[in-house]
């Protein structure tokens, strides 16, 4: 089956930090691929995606490249800023008419 | 637009009580789901809706749960009775133009409390 697998959190970093958060995936067929974030308070929303291998999906400073060689899709930013501060969602859909399938999010605290 | 409206964002209620979630997806939309997330699970998916139509179900925990969508503008997730295992941020989330549409619009959410 489909499923996604993060690295467990938190993660604490300090202001400015490099940021890594590691996703893989396990699917058939050629899924696209996707990170969500959710803020303190609210639901879930599309941070960036990529829907083929190479790609690259960038939002916001943070970026993932769509790596089909070790079926992953790690989510990296730069310098990160204490407003990063959220819970971070690495999810799958594959072709077909499919729900999106989530990991179990991994909380990003970043602290000045 | 509004965005996805949830009712209430805030429960607290006993064992063994009946407890009804709302939501109010995009205009327009034509998919609907709801999830529920917890610490120990993440987020689950429990069931969706296309043009009202329960699509699959598959999630849902047991027969105590039930969620119903009479319109397009319109859904409720059930809860009867209720258990303190249920308790848990449950998030409502709409699209356009079904699964291929990959963005999915996600409500507040509603913390409901069991005890």
Partial sequence: GNSVTQMEGPVTLSEEAFLTINCTYTATGYPSLFWYVQYPGEGLQLLLKATKADDKGSNKGFEATYRKETTSFHLEKGSVQVSDSAVYFCALRNSGNTPLVFGKGTRLSVIA | DAGVIQSPRHEVTEMGQEVTLRCKPISGHD??????QTMMRGLELLIYF???VPIDDSGMPEDRFSAKMPNASFSTLKIQPSEPRDSAVYFCASS???????KLFFGSGTQLSVL
Avoid: H
């Fill in chain 2, 31 to 36: 998919y609907l789901f709801w999830y529920r």
């Fill in chain 2, 50 to 52: 296309n043009n009202n």
């Fill in chain 2, 96 to 102: 356009l133009m079904g699964t291929t549409n990959e």
